[in-house]
């Protein structure tokens, strides 16, 4: 336990748990990803998956209460550490220039972050934790994605996720060590990554808005 104090005191120490926390999410978002894909097997797959994962309440639970310590301590120590960088920095330059290996996903990160952490608590309202009132998920998918206004904000917040991810799949592995010759490597994987779950997840409510009938 004090091993663990003495790591989350430093700041590099900060940076690799930031770093484990996201890879955590990054693995979540691959799972619900799969899971979100039987939407195009049409409303029978979909209520399927849907209701497999009701029947492991106790599982479903615990996994839930994880990725939320998960989230917690990820979005915690990002905080503390943009603090820290300000604090360190109180005189901002009026104009700064892109420096080398800036991207625009490592520079929108103060951004991005932020508002997936408001997006995430948007979507827990209003799928997870809403009364469904004995509907099944699939209609209630079906219902919000026919507002134009639904879709556009669930596929431009996907871009948001993809921003985020791109620059933080390749600066966690560096964080954690990997070699500097393997950046560019990293980059182009977190860049493919990143691409995946912005079209694929951006595609689904498109798909339901442009296919009236396919969660019906």
Known sequence: MNR?????????GKKELMALTGFCLIMFLAVHLFGNLNIFRGTE????YAHKLH??????????????AIGAIHV??????????????PHRYNFKKWEGGRSFGS????????????????????????DKGGRNISSIVAERFQD????AFYAISMVFVGLHVSHGFWSGFQTLGVENERRGELRSLGLLVSLVFAVTFGAIP???YGI?????
Do not use: C, D
């Open 4 to 12: 663990l104090w003495l790591i989350a005191k430093s700041s590099i």
């Open 45 to 48: 797959a979909f209520n399927w």
């Open 55 to 68: 029947s492991l309440p106790l599982f479903v639970k615990l996994f839930e209460l994880g990725l939320l």
């Open 76 to 89: 915690f120590f990002a905080t503390v550490l943009v603090l820290q960088n300000l604090m360190a920095r």
């Open 107 to 130: 520079w929108s990160m103060l951004v991005t972050g932020p508002y997936i952490l408001l997006f995430v608590i948007f979507h827990l309202l209003h799928f997870t934790l809403m």
């Open 148 to 151: 134009p206004v639904w879709v």
């Open 206 to 208: 498109v798909v339901v």
């Open 212 to 216: 009236s009938n396919l969660l019906q």
